[in-house]
């Protein structure tokens, strides 16, 4: 597995707009406002974690909780 990014930005870095959008379901419009703000709401995190996983990407809960703490922190 590739190691684990500590921002929501390097770990959206993995994957372009429309791969984003296929890949957690949402509309274009939502996964480029996911990449506009660096964050990703809760609800598509299940997702995202499978959607990392499948590119070798180390992520669960725990990381993705981590990120949001630091983030609000900023």
Sequence with gaps: MKHAPDT??????????????AELGVPYVT????RERKSVG???????????QSR???LDFERLVAMRRRKVAA
């Design 8 to 21: 929501f930005e390097t770990l959206l870095a993995n994957w372009t707009t429309p791969e984003l959008s």
């Design 31 to 34: 996964a480029r406002k996911m």
């Design 42 to 52: 809760i609800t598509h995190w299940p997702a995202l974690i499978k959607a990392a």
């Design 56 to 58: 070798g990407i180390a």
